[in-house]
């Protein structure tokens, strides 16, 4: 029963262990910093993840210094993480893992107007909930992030070598509405870019081409479009016949 017991507590405290990892994120390619580190980066926005690369540990002579576009500067050193107005004090969870930040690696960053989260590597480190340090003033760190700067207060970003940000991916969500009477297996939504193999319910026959690949919304691209075509009689004399009519 002992052994039972150790072995339970064993694979519990291996579960609490286990990384937070980031999933189901897709980013744009990795672009270098710019070497005029006061250019805006319009594509780094307000609840969306993006990632900073870095070549070399932070300490106190090569920090992160921004300027968080809508919000204010704001700064990450090997002990704390900074902005206008804000309380700096984190929990005494958070303050043990700030070690991380004195190794070169990629990080990932989430900004929304009630928190920031940083993983290191794609484990969650750091979620910091703004407090207000002054009655009077608001954290800044509440206001809505436009774009970003790698710079502040005349101080540039020297551990920043990389950056990327989150991309929506662009999706269909169903065929054509005019492509009466034409189906596919395919569930969806589908990502741009996937093919779909298409056909006509019955009593249709198919014309044009049988696969169609997904632009955006209900948008395809195709060799020639499809359209179903339906079957209809019709009699000459005595001789009974079928023929093809379009469907409308």
Not at 70 to 85: D, E, L, M, P, R
Not at 176 to 191: G, Q, S
Not at 192 to 202: R, S
């Amino acid at each position: 029963m002992l052994k039972i017991r150790v072995s339970v507590t064993i694979l519990t405290l291996l579960l609490l262990s286990l990384p937070s990892y980031i999933e189901g994120t897709t980013y744009s390619e990795w672009i270098p910093v710019p070497a005029e580190k006061s250019t805006y980066i319009s594509e780094i926005k307000e609840g969306r993840k993006f990632q900073i690369r870095t070549d070399k540990k932070i300490d106190r002579s090569n920090d992160i210094r921004w300027i968080l576009a809508g919000v204010s500067f704001f700064w990450v050193t090997s002990t704390k993480i900074g902005a206008q107005y804000c309380v700096k004090d984190f929990s005494s969870e958070e303050q043990a893992t700030m070690g991380f930040l004195q190794r070169a690696g990629d990080l990932t960053f989430l900004k929304t107007t009630t928190q920031l989260q940083i993983w290191f590597e794609g484990v969650l480190k750091v979620t910091w909930i703004y407090e207000d340090n002054r009655e009077d003033r608001t954290c800044k760190m509440r206001s809505t992030m436009t774009g970003m700067i790698f710079k502040a207060n005349n101080i540039e970003d020297k551990v920043s070598t990389h950056y990327r940000y989150a991309i929506d991916l662009q999706q269909c969500t169903g065929l054509d509405p005019a492509w009466n009477h034409l189906r596919t297996e395919t569930a969806f939504p589908v990502d741009t870019g996937t093919e779909l193999t298409v056909t006509c319910e019955d009593e249709f026959l198919l014309k044009g081409s049988d696969t169609v690949t997904c632009t955006e919304d209900t948008t395809f691209n195709s060799d020639t479009t499809p359209a179903c075509v339906g079957l209809g009689e019709y009699h000459i004399g005595s001789v009974k016949s079928r023929a093809y009519v379009y469907n409308k």
